[in-house]
């Protein structure tokens, strides 16, 4: 990210664009966050999982804590990259994300044990992230992150002291399929502990997610605005029950209740609309 404040500028833009447009995946380096407090960080995760190797919380001390602050502001800094990338205004993302409370952001610590017989289980399946823009602060040493790319598996190298970058469903929507979000998983390794420390940066949850109106009519006719409207938080209560499918039925889904829903307060007959679409997607999938 150095690049991004001398000559070198226009180019590094450029790589950030092409790694949205067409791999929704980046990895991220001299982003501001210090190796020294990434160093601690990481330490003190593996401590806590070494001494407490079934836990599915994580420890709550202050570098933690100082480690999250930067990551929110790091993750604002790059919406606002990609605006300037997309031909948005400074700070629309960021306030398409807001709804009545603002953007939410949060941070999941996992750890993924050696397997003896990794052939045997899947490890994290495969999935798009629903939200808009996650960040992860991946092991250093032990891989196990792949993303989906014409049909072929790739891995995503552990990086020293990177920060991986990966694009979720809400900035496809906005960008109106102009950034994609990419199917991706975590294989199981035979050997070492790999961590990892995923942030989310998400719409709040009465969010409404639609096109940008700006982007929409750059297209021609036929690429008119092909996402639907939607409250993020009805999305949320799809994606609960069909994580590990395609996207795409999910935004199929949405479209078919956007004229149903209110886009203001949540439908009161959103819970049946819902199952109603998961059981048509059953049956479509069968």
């Known amino acids: ?3 991004l404040n001398g000559e070198e500028r226009a180019p590094t833009m450029e790589k950030i664009k092409d790694a949205c447009e067409n791999w929704g995946f980046f990895e991220l380096v001299n982003h501001g966050i210090s190796h020294e407090l990434m160093d601690t960080v990481e330490r003190l995760t593996k401590e806590h999982y070494n001494k407490n190797p079934r836990s599915r919380t994580r420890s709550q001390e202050g570098y933690e804590k100082e480690f999250a602050e930067k990551l929110e502001k790091l993750a604002e800094q790059l919406l606002d990259l990609l605006c300037e990338n997309v031909g948005l205004e400074k700070g629309y993302l960021k306030k398409a994300f807001y709804g009545s409370k603002g953007p939410t952001f949060g941070t999941k610590v ?17 999935h798009t992230d629903a939200g808009g823009i996650i960040l992860l602060f991946q092991d250093n040493k032990v891989s ?7 049909g072929e598996w790739i891995d995503v190298p552990p990086m020293k002291h990177s920060i991986v970058i990966n694009i979720g469903d809400q900035l496809e929507v906005i960008t109106n399929g102009k950034y994609k979000s990419v199917m991706h998983r975590v294989i199981a390794q035979p050997d070492g502990n790999r961590m990892s420390i995923a942030s989310f940066y998400n719409p709040g949850s009465d ?7 700006a982007l929409v009519d750059k297209e021609d006719d036929q690429q008119k605005q092909v996402y639907p409207k939607f409250v993020f938080e009805d999305y949320m209560k799809l994606y609960a029950g069909l994580k590990f499918q395609a996207k795409e039925p999910r935004f199929e889904a949405m479209k078919a209740m956007e004229s ?18 998961r059981l048509c997607l059953c049956e479509l999938r069968c």
């Open 1 to 3: 990210m150095e690049k």
């Open 110 to 126: 996992s750890n993924y044990p050696p397997c003896p017989r990794p052939e045997l289980i899947k490890g994290l399946r495969a």
């Open 144 to 150: 196990g992150l792949q993303l989906l790319k014409d």
């Open 207 to 213: 969010a409404v997610m639609y096109p940008a109106p």
């Open 260 to 277: 149903a829903v209110n886009l203001g307060p949540i439908a009161n007959n959103l819970s049946s609309l819902l199952q109603e679409r």
